[in-house]
Nanobody, 125 residues
Framework: QVQLVESGGGLVQAGGSLRLSCVAS?????????MAWFRQAPGKEREFAAG????????YYRDSVKGRFSISRDRAQNTVYLQMNSLNGEDTAVYYC?????????????????WGQGTQVTVSS
């Protein structure tokens, strides 16, 4: 079993930055292919934000966050980060960390086997 625990959410003014962290424990993490951040705003479906290949480190993003968000990982610490800059009101959501066994650019929530509990990010104008 894998446990994912997110942290780093909070309230920030528009234009500000936040850094989210996701620490994984349990099953050897090297067996997973992809790590990703999803987000879900009130009344909306959960959507992919950013993903990273755990071994090779290549990344991919949804268009609306490209150039503003950056996903990275620290394999020694079993931790994935999401640096979010130039935040705006549309970024307000609960952000979830997720892990998938496949090694491809998966953006569908159903492709991810493990999820964290989520951390709230609120951007005020």
């Amino acid at each position: 079993q894998v446990q994912l625990v997110e942290s780093g959410g909070g309230l920030v003014q528009a234009g500000g930055s936040l850094r989210l962290s996701c620490v994984a424990s349990g099953r050897p993490f090297s067996r997973y292919g992809m790590m990703a951040w999803f987000r879900q705003a009130p009344g909306k479906e959960r959507e992919f934000a950013a993903g990273i290949d755990w071994s090779a480190g290549w990344t991919y993003y949804r268009d609306s966050v490209k150039g503003r968000f950056s996903i990275s990982r620290d394999r020694a610490q079993n931790t994935v980060y999401l640096q979010m800059n130039s935040l705006n009101g549309e970024d307000t959501a609960v952000y979830y960390c997720a892990a998938a066994k496949v090694r491809s650019r998966v953006t569908i929530p159903g492709e991810y086997e493990y999820w964290g509990q989520g951390t709230q990010v609120t951007v005020s104008s």
